[in-house]
């Protein structure tokens, strides 16, 4: 496959003369801290002449000052706003499959509430893609997660760091492995959106996520990975899996597997259970290996207390150095 358009996807002189038409999903949820951030993250984008923009608010019912923000923010904006409206809070799920039934236009880009955008060519870079790579269905870009505790701000690991400009995500290792990580990294083709399978949003899942909206559109078509960082991802420490142990998230993503390979009809996940149930007994190994150690330690301290009331101080020492080798 041939990237040079996506190479030069920033030249000015080089861009397509039909028009483009993009929703930037603004997906929200009480986020009055974080919200201005991701919003200036959508102005500050830079795209071509042929690119029409308007920006979906997508809120569930905030009890804050979200929307209050988000209103004052649409006045400083060059793009047009809407807004799904709703009366009641519906959850991820039902929230995420009202945007992708509203949207009627040729690419879907989104940013969640708490995350931003941190490249002027974010939303560019994407479209230069999908709009010269009719077979890609997602595009997705490489993030920073980070965490931010008043002044104070911690970032990670990004991820994906691939050698090659595009990386292309076969279904096989999206079913092995969730490459899409978040939703503000993705740029979806509506077309595609639109053959998703409806019996996805009554799954027994906790929610609808990137990495089944990811298995969906390898399904229909072919995923991309752009290697550049264009979005930092915000850990949220109340968000579900942040709230869970280790454990509890491989229990979780054990029990996703089952669900996804019953609903795909048994044909696809054999290899990726395999290989995450390999890795769930790797991890729960170490932590049985950290557990008894601990035990260990604490069982020797306890023989130390027990016979120390019978022993003089001399021979106390020269026990405690034999069992801790000190």
């Not at 931010?148 to 050698?163: A, G, H, L």
């Not at 890795?279 to 150690?293: V, Y």
């Amino acid at each position: 496959m041939n990237f040079s358009s996506f190479i030069n996807c920033i030249d000015p002189d080089n861009y397509s003369s039909s028009l483009i038409y993009v929703t930037i999903a603004v997906v929200s949820y009480n986020v009055e801290k974080y919200i201005e951030e991701a919003i200036d993250g959508i102005f500050m984008q830079r795209v071509q002449p042929n690119i029409k923009i308007s920006i979906l608010i997508a809120d569930d019912c905030s009890t804050d000052k979200t929307i209050e923000i988000i209103k004052r923010k649409e006045n400083e904006s060059p793009w047009p706003f809407y807004y799904l409206q709703n009366a009641h809070n519906l959850g991820i799920t039902r929230n995420y499959r009202r945007i992708f039934e509203f949207c009627d236009c040729d690419f879907i880009a989104i940013i969640e509430g708490d995350d931003i955008w941190c490249s002027p060519y974010h939303l560019q870079q994407h479209l230069s893609l999908l709009d010269s790579h009719h077979e890609i269905t997602l595009s997705i870009n490489s993030f920073i997660p980070f965490r931010k505790q008043d002044s104070n701000i911690e970032f990670f690991s990004p991820s994906r760091p691939y050698q090659n400009a595009i990386k292309i995500i076969t279904l096989d290792e999206m079913l092995e492995h969730n490459y899409v990580g978040n939703f503000s990294s993705c740029v979806l083709r509506c077309s595609a959106v639109k053959k998703i399978d409806t019996r996805i949003w009554t799954l027994d899942i906790p929610n609808v996520d990137d990495w089944l909206i990811g298995i969906e559109m390898s399904r229909y078509g072919i995923v991309a990975c752009i290697s550049e960082i264009s979005t930092l991802y915000r850990l949220n420490p109340t968000a579900f899996y942040s709230v869970k142990s280790d454990k509890e998230k491989w229990k979780e993503i054990y029990r996703r597997y089952h669900i996804y390979h019953e609903y795909l009809g048994g044909k696809y996940l054999e290899r990726g259970l395999l290989a995450e149930k390999e890795q769930w007994r790797k991890d729960n190994w170490s932590l049985a290996r950290q557990s008894l150690f601990i035990l260990s330690k604490r069982i020797k301290h306890f023989f130390i207390r027990v016979v120390s009331f019978f022993l003089s101080p001399k021979t106390k020492t020269k026990i405690k150095k034999r069992i801790f080798n000190r």
